[in-house]
């Protein structure tokens, strides 16, 4: 079996799909919850949760570098750990460190968090190209106060600065300049905070005031419901389900398009802060209709699905504020048929790959001519090309092309997956996962 087999240089996956599809599935714990959640517990000074089995690589390389004091925290491919670390370590007088990474890592932006931070005080310095990493940063005890940054630049440059902010003597304003994108991780990222007993809002629609000083405890919602006995010797958190991880399930369902398939998925909160949580949404408008059930245990609530054939002929949508679900649509879209014009995507250049570029590449391997603007805008009219007999997908160390162009084995017949292991950096069981609903996946070497 594929997912209990070592990852290896130049390895492969053959995907093939069942005939039918009828699986319950866990989903992992949402990584963009976790990470917040783990330097928050920091900042209050309680202790980190026991790390739980198959974590994902981004949210274990946050875990690690938050307990280590070495110099050099190599963050590797974990953008999230690169700012969020960038802020914190700004802010703690006690830290010092230089923040290392990927290639890939070295050639992602960070300047616009980096000004916003040494505007506040902050002792940063580049270790190689200005605006990118390396950096070494030298923590201080920041005065805090006002502050600037634009508002197309990752949600996660916002959100590393504010989760710091009741670090600084004055707390922080931070007015947001032009559009704001994925504004729902910024909420999500505020919500945790006042969780954590923070004060923090929106003064403004483009202006967060946030006030000095964390609460000093743990909220109660993220306490897992465990036994008596084992509460007092058990630091265990309960996390609620990663809806980008469901899109895929989603994505699955919808290729198959038989109201005979079956698929529950268990952890996932209705009415989510989770931005992605519109894909229950979004999936209905093709078709697949979903509901929650009664919890079978405390915090595991099934979300059961089914699919309506439909026949629509054309999906737009503007995906400003949930961009990581753009790659999953583009691939159901087009082996559905459904012509599409999605916009709001400038930011997927800068991701782990340059995604809009990948999915016109990887795409044409299949068959399929999408049309890009400078403006984010990826469109398709139906225009096809000769594809590959056999495609390999190149994942581009991405592992958001892996999870949406796997499900493309279910309308091929099968598909190649180059690189496999990118699943790691927020899903490590997908592929097992995939075993689990009937998929064969078969390793080859290059």
């Given at each position: 079996?594929?997912?209990?087999?070592?990852?290896?240089?130049?390895?492969?996956?053959?995907?093939?799909?069942?005939?039918?599809?009828?699986?319950?599935?866990?989903l992992p714990p949402s990584k963009s919850i976790y990470n917040r959640v783990l330097l928050m517990q920091r900042m209050i000074g309680q202790s980190l949760p026991i790390q739980p089995p198959h974590i994902a690589d981004d949210t274990e390389v946050l875990f690690k570098a938050l307990q280590?004091?070495?110099?050099?925290?190599?963050?590797?491919?974990?953008?999230?750990?690169?700012?969020?670390?960038?802020?914190?370590?700004?802010?703690s007088p006690n830290e010092a460190h230089m923040l290392t990474g990927t290639a890939r890592m070295y050639a992602r932006p960070i300047g616009q968090l980096v000004n916003a931070l040494r505007s506040l005080g902050a002792d940063i310095e580049y270790l190689d190209h200005e605006g990118f990493?390396?950096?070494?940063?030298?923590?201080?005890?920041?005065?805090?106060?006002?502050?600037?940054?634009?508002?197309?630049?990752?949600?996660?440059?916002?959100?590393?600065?504010?989760?710091?902010?009741?670090?600084?003597?004055?707390?922080?304003?931070?007015?947001?300049?032009?559009?704001?994108?994925?504004?729902?991780?910024?909420?999500?990222?505020?919500?945790?905070?006042?969780?954590?007993?923070?004060?923090?809002?929106?003064?403004?629609?483009?202006?967060?005031?946030?006030?000095?000083?964390?609460?000093?405890?743990?909220?109660?919602?993220?306490?897992?419901?465990?036994?008596?006995?084992?509460?007092?010797?058990?630091?265990?958190?309960w996390i609620e389900s990663d809806w980008s991880a469901a899109s895929y399930w989603y994505e699955i369902i919808a290729l198959y398009n038989n109201p005979d398939a079956r698929l529950t998925l268990y952890g996932l909160n209705d009415g989510s802060r989770q931005g992605d949580a519109t894909?229950?949404?979004?999936?209905?408008?093709?078709?697949?209709?979903?509901?929650?059930?009664?919890?079978?245990?405390?915090?595991?609530?099934?979300?059961?699905?089914?699919?309506?054939?439909?026949?629509?002929?054309?999906?737009?949508?503007?995906?400003?504020?949930?961009?990581?679900?753009?790659?999953?649509?583009?691939?159901?879209?087009?082996?559905?048929?459904?012509?599409?014009?999605?916009?709001?995507?400038?930011?997927?250049?800068?991701?782990?790959?340059?995604?809009?570029?990948?999915?016109?590449?990887?795409?044409?391997?299949?068959?399929?001519?999408?049309?890009?603007?400078?403006?984010?805008?990826?469109?398709?009219?139906?225009?096809?090309?000769?594809?590959?007999?056999?495609?390999?997908?190149?994942?581009?160390?991405?592992?958001?092309?892996?999870?949406?162009?796997?499900?493309?084995?279910?309308?091929?017949?099968?598909?190649?997956?180059?690189?496999?292991?990118?699943?790691?950096?927020?899903?490590?069981?997908?592929?097992?996962?995939?075993?689990?609903?009937?998929?064969?996946?078969?390793?080859?070497?290059?």
């Amino acid at each position: 079996m594929a997912a209990t087999t070592r990852y290896h240089d130049n390895m492969k996956y053959i995907v093939k799909a069942p005939a039918q599809l009828n699986v319950e599935i866990s989903l992992p714990p949402s990584k963009s919850i976790y990470n917040r959640v783990l330097l928050m517990q920091r900042m209050i000074g309680q202790s980190l949760p026991i790390q739980p089995p198959h974590i994902a690589d981004d949210t274990e390389v946050l875990f690690k570098a938050l307990q280590s004091d070495a110099d050099e925290v190599n963050i590797h491919g974990s953008g999230t750990a690169m700012r969020f670390l960038t802020a914190y370590y700004a802010a703690s007088p006690n830290e010092a460190h230089m923040l290392t990474g990927t290639a890939r890592m070295y050639a992602r932006p960070i300047g616009q968090l980096v000004n916003a931070l040494r505007s506040l005080g902050a002792d940063i310095e580049y270790l190689d190209h200005e605006g990118f990493p390396p950096l070494c940063v030298r923590g201080r005890q920041l005065r805090g106060g006002e502050t600037s940054m634009p508002g197309n630049v990752s949600s996660q440059f916002i959100s590393a600065l504010l989760m710091v902010a009741p670090l600084f003597d004055e707390g922080l304003t931070l007015h947001i300049e032009g559009p704001i994108i994925s504004r729902s991780y910024i909420d999500l990222t505020l919500a945790l905070m006042n969780d954590y007993g923070a004060q923090a809002g929106w003064s403004s629609v483009d202006t967060i005031r946030v006030e000095p000083r964390y609460g000093t405890q743990t909220p109660p919602s993220l306490l897992a419901p465990i036994s008596d006995e084992d509460f007092n010797t058990t630091r265990r958190m309960w996390i609620e389900s990663d809806w980008s991880a469901a899109s895929y399930w989603y994505e699955i369902i919808a290729l198959y398009n038989n109201p005979d398939a079956r698929l529950t998925l268990y952890g996932l909160n209705d009415g989510s802060r989770q931005g992605d949580a519109t894909v229950r949404h979004l999936f209905s408008l093709v078709g697949i209709k979903s509901r929650f059930m009664p919890p079978v245990e405390t915090h595991l609530t099934p979300l059961q699905m089914h699919c309506t054939p439909t026949h629509m002929q054309q999906l737009n949508f503007h995906f400003i504020n949930q961009p990581d679900l753009a790659p999953t649509f583009v691939v159901m879209c087009c082996l559905k048929g459904m012509h599409f014009q999605f916009t709001g995507l400038d930011s997927l250049r800068y991701k782990e790959s340059n995604r809009l570029e990948a999915l016109l590449t990887e795409m044409r391997k299949i068959g399929f001519v999408i049309e890009e603007d400078d403006n984010g805008t990826l469109k398709w009219d139906g225009q096809r090309c000769e594809g590959m007999e056999q495609p390999v997908i190149n994942t581009y160390e991405d592992h958001r092309m892996a999870m949406s162009f796997a499900p493309a084995a279910i309308t091929l017949g099968s598909i190649i997956i180059d690189s496999p292991e990118v699943v790691d950096k927020s899903y490590p069981q997908y592929w097992t996962d995939l075993e689990k609903a009937g998929f064969t996946i078969t390793p080859i070497n290059a």
